[in-house]
Structure formats: structure tokens, C-alpha cells
């Protein structure tokens, strides 16, 4: 079954650094999401992106964040200076189609971003 | 208000027997979405099962059927002829109305499944 790859798996990073967590969607999707789920809390949604821009995007989806799809291919969340709250699992997320209340999701494995 | 509650930190089944994972949602909206995800320690977010507001039987996706019962807001997630593999997170979520992109997820159930 096809599958979202999310690399790196772990990135460690310094406070205050600029992050780019990488994702590669399923090919023939159309709607691309972030999700986060910090240590031993819910899965928390950041922003969706559709035709090259965002759709919707959360309260946590401050100015430090954007999203962008570069190539057709990759889709990638930038964190501008990053936070020790920032640290947590980012999973991208991919769907043919969006809006209606039917699609599934289907996620990556998970970048787990440590910042020290 | 929370808008999905899982009341169950932890559930301990024997393999093979049935488990029942609970869930609870609020909204006002008439058209939603329910889902279910598992997340086995490996962390990945495995898409197990959906049920619309609309539907009026009851999902199943083979060993897992969604027992939805509308006027009560439950979406509970049953687990039959439980495997050890079934040893996960189970995350229940919400997509809320028309005109959204997200799920809201409730806080999760670690399932553990003993021999």
C-alpha cells in the first residue's frame, strides 16, 4: 500500500534554530496536513494545505511556522526559530480529497523533533 | 467542553477475547465524522475504522466494528478476537462539520493485550 514519508525520523536541534521537517505524500493526494502530538498528549492539528496554499491552520500555527510544497512532490513544515515547547512528534498526513466527513487519512511515521 | 473523551487511560484484554474502547464526542453540528487510529509503540498513525453522522449502520473493518450510538454521542471502538499485535495506543477523533480540513483526537487508550 502506498505510504507518507516523513524524514528525518529524529531531528535534534538547538533553540533558536530553524527547522525543516520533510514530508513526501502519497502521489495522487491532493490534501497535505500537519499534525503534532507532543510527549504523552493528544494529536493536535496545525494547518492543511490544498492547491498551494493554506486551507486552515490552528492557533498553535503561529508566524514561527509555514508550510510549503516546492516540487510537486515533497511537502514541508519550517519552524523559524524554534522553541523548547516546540519539541514533539510531527506527523504529516495526506488524503485524495478533503472537506465532506468521509476521507481517511493517512499518516507518516512521524518526525520526532527534539529541541534543546 | 472537551470534544472527544476517552475515559479509559488503559484497557487490559486476553488475546483472543472482545474489548470494548470508549469514546465520547460533542458538537451541535448534524454532519461529522468519527475515526478511529491506532498508534503501536513504533509511533506511526494507523487509520483503523470511520463512521459518518449520516450512517445508519454501524461500521466494520474486519476485526474492528465502531458501536455508534447517536443520541448518546459514543462512538466506541470493539476489538474482536484480540491479537497481541492489538497492543497500541487507540485514538478516537472528530472531523466536525462541513468546511474543515481537521481532526480534533481525543487524549488516547493504551491497550495491552496479555497471552
Known sequence: ?116 | AQKITQTQPGMFVQEKEAVTLDCTYDTSDPSYGLFWYKQPSSGEMIFLIYQGSYDQQNATEGRYSLNFQKARKSANLVISASQLGDSAMYFCAMREGRGTDKLIFGTGTRLQVFP
Open chain 1, 1 to 116: 500500500e502506498p505510504e507518507v514519508t516523513q524524514t528525518p525520523s529524529h531531528q535534534v536541534t538547538q533553540m533558536g534554530q530553524e527547522v525543516i521537517l520533510r514530508c513526501v505524500p502519497i502521489s495522487n493526494h491532493l490534501y497535505f496536513y500537519w499534525y503534532r502530538q507532543i510527549l504523552g498528549q493528544k494529536v493536535e492539528f496545525l494547518v492543511s494545505f490544498y492547491n498551494n496554499e493554506i486551507s486552515e491552520k490552528s492557533e498553535i500555527f503561529d508566524d514561527q511556522f509555514s508550510v510549503e510544497r516546492p516540487d510537486g512532490s515533497n511537502f514541508t513544515l519550517k519552524i523559524r526559530s524554534t522553541k523548547l515547547e516546540d519539541s514533539a512528534m510531527y506527523f504529516c498526513a495526506s488524503t485524495p480529497w478533503g472537506e465532506g466527513a468521509n476521507e481517511k487519512l493517512f499518516f507518516g511515521s512521524g518526525t520526532q523533533l527534539s529541541v534543546l
